[in-house]
Antibody
Framework: QVQLVESGGGVVQPGGSLRLSCAAS????????MHWVRQAPGKGLEWVTF????????LYADSVRGRFTFSRDNSKNTLYLQMNSLRPEDTAVYYC??????????WGQGTLVTVSS | QSVLTQPPSASGTPGQRVTISCSGS????????VNWYQQFPRAAPKLLIH???QRPSGVPDRFSGSQSGTSASLAISGLQSEDEADYYC???????????FGGGTKLTVL
């Protein structure tokens, strides 16, 4: 079965950096685009970024463009989200998700990022 | 302020049919298929409906989706207590070149 496991969350000061990882299994990882979606405490869902199956193309939400970088290592079935210049409004649970049917088909359990001094 | 508009809450009694609306624009719902997600407290979201009206394996046929023009709806028939959750619509937006979500609807089973 599809399994996505995020890691790397934690507490960071404003202006700091953090790198999230997402380990994938149970499907053909190298054939599918992947996403990060976040959810601020008590708030709704917000799409953050997408990466093409081969890592050749990424899309970013306006709120993170220029600060976040999405990459993948298909040899390790792992995604990486490098987050720089973090702001308090980036505080959220970050979920990685697969795209198989032109939707966010499967989700990980999420990892909490807290940006606070 | 979300790009897609959903009512913040909805409710119904067991056995009833409830619908949750999702309103957008020509650049999103008017041009692309809507997906719906279900989220229980302290859990990750789960895909409920994709490609406007398709149910992933394991999703009961009590759940159905539809869309027309710049609006979409999620219908739940034969409401059950375990359907109490938050529901989100999402769709690709051609103008924003990204995915957009509705603000979510909290469904209460009375």
């Amino acid at each position: 079965q599809v399994q996505l496991v995020e890691s790397g969350g934690g507490v960071v000061q404003p202006g700091g950096s953090l790198r999230l990882s997402c380990a994938a299994s149970g499907f053909t990882f190298s054939s599918n685009g992947m996403h990060w979606v976040r959810q601020a405490p008590g708030k709704g869902l917000e799409w953050v970024t997408f990466i093409r199956y081969d890592g050749s193309h990424q899309l970013y939400a306006d709120s993170v463009r220029g600060r976040f970088t999405f990459s993948r290592d298909n040899s390790k079935n792992t995604l990486y989200l490098q987050m720089n210049s973090l702001r308090p409004e980036d505080t959220a649970v970050y979920y990685c998700a697969t795209e198989i049917t032109r939707a966010f088909d499967y989700w990980g359990q999420g990892t909490l990022v807290t940006v606070s001094s | 302020q979300s790009v897609l508009t959903q009512p913040p809450s909805a409710s119904g009694t067991p056995g009833q049919r409830v619908t949750i609306s999702c309103s957008g624009s020509n650049s999103n719902i008017g041009s692309n298929a809507v997906n719906w997600y279900q989220q229980f407290p302290r859990a990750a979201p789960k895909l409920l409906i994709h490609s406007e009206d398709q149910r992933p394996s394991g999703v009961p046929d009590r759940f159905s989706g539809s869309q027309s023009g710049t609006s979409a709806s999620l219908a739940i028939s034969g409401l059950q207590s375990e359907d109490e959750a938050d529901y989100y619509c999402a769709v690709w937006d051609d103008t924003q070149t990204g995915w957009v979500f509705g603000g979510g609807t909290k469904l209460t089973v009375l």
